[in-house]
C-alpha cells in the first residue's frame, strides 16, 4: 500500500512563493505519474502539475511558467515550487500517484495554500 504525505503550505502574500513536498512510502511500480492537484471551495480538483517516472512534465494552463513540478524517484519524493502566487491559486492541493502497472491510484491528504494580503 502506497502513502502520501504532503508538507510546504501555508499563508503567503500574493506574489510571494511556496514549495510543496510529498514523500510517498511503500512499493511504487515502474511506469507511474506523480502528480499535483488542487480544489477550491465549490470547485472541481484540477490538475495543477505532473510527472511521469521518466521525467515527462505536464501543466495546468493557469500555472505554466510560474510553477515547478520536480521529482526524485530514488528518494520517492516530489516537489512543486510556486513562483508568483495569486489569490486564485488558493486552494487544497493533493498529491497524487498513479500506478500505472497495478493501476492504483494513490492520494494525500492534502495541504491547505491560501494566497492573501
Known amino acids: 500500500q502506497v502513502q502520501l504525505v504532503e508538507s510546504g503550505g501555508g499563508l503567503v502574500q500574493p506574489g510571494g512563493s511556496l514549495r510543496l513536498s510529498c514523500a510517498a512510502s511503500?512499493?511504487?511500480?515502474?511506469?507511474?505519474?506523480m502528480g499535483w492537484y488542487r480544489q477550491a471551495p465549490g470547485k472541481e480538483r484540477e490538475l495543477v502539475a505532473s510527472?511521469?517516472?521518466?521525467?515527462?512534465?505536464d501543466y495546468g494552463d493557469s500555472v505554466k511558467g510560474r510553477f515547478t513540478a520536480s521529482r526524485d524517484n530514488a528518494k520517492k519524493t516530489m516537489h512543486l515550487q510556486m513562483n508568483s502566487l495569486k489569490p486564485e491559486d488558493t486552494a487544497v492541493y493533493y498529491c497524487?500517484?498513479?500506478?500505472?502497472?497495478?493501476?492504483?491510484?494513490?492520494w494525500g491528504q492534502g495541504t491547505q495554500v491560501t494566497v492573501s494580503s
Open positions: 511503500g512499493r511504487i511500480y515502474s511506469p507511474n505519474t
Open positions: 510527472t511521469t517516472n521518466v521525467g515527462a512534465t
Open positions: 497524487n500517484l498513479q500506478d500505472h502497472y497495478t493501476l492504483r491510484d494513490y
